[in-house]
């Protein structure tokens, strides 16, 4: 008797440890627990911690299209670079902007980031492509544009 009452209170434990800590196991839908995803640079996953890298420009010409991983572009000299951050393509569809592919001449200004796994990457911020100007992330606080209210919540 006294097991299965111990057992009792082990389960009740469980129980309510999952129905206060849901929200950060879940990951409030970011994709890693939510107090994983906090640092004092950042209020997302990526948002300000992308504002803390290096600025940078990268011109030429689109070699790779990596939907998910980003672009690779041929800066010239034999040299590339491969961006991150384009965004879902219903958004650029919604801009009425194709997005970029092969062969495309584009200009992307982007942060130059070092995440705390020692991994550098470039995010875009902004793409120039084909004569438009493609917005990606709200430059006062790093967040993607396609993202809408669900970032304003965190």
Do not use: H
Not at 17 to 44: E, I, L
């Amino acid at each position: 008797m006294k097991k299965v009452f111990i057992l009792s209170l082990t389960v009740l434990a469980v129980m309510t440890a999952m129905a206060f800590n849901g929200a950060s196991w879940a990951g409030r839908g970011n994709g890693v627990g939510y107090a994983a995803s906090q640092t004092s640079a950042c209020v997302g996953p990526m948002s300000n911690v992308i504002l803390t890298g290096t600025p940078v420009t990268i011109t030429g010409s689109v070699q790779a299209v990596c939907y998910g991983q980003g672009i690779t572009v041929d800066t010239g000299a034999g040299t590339a670079a491969t961006i991150y951050g384009l965004g879902p393509i219903w958004y650029w569809d919604s801009l009425g902007v194709a997005r970029p592919t092969v062969g495309d001449v584009v200009a992307v200004k982007a942060y130059e980031v070092t995440f705390s796994d020692g991994t550098t990457r470039l995010i875009a911020v902004s793409i120039d492509i084909n004569g438009s100007t493609v917005t990606l992330r709200d430059m006062s606080s790093g967040l993607p544009l396609w993202a809408g209210s669900r970032w304003k919540r965190m």
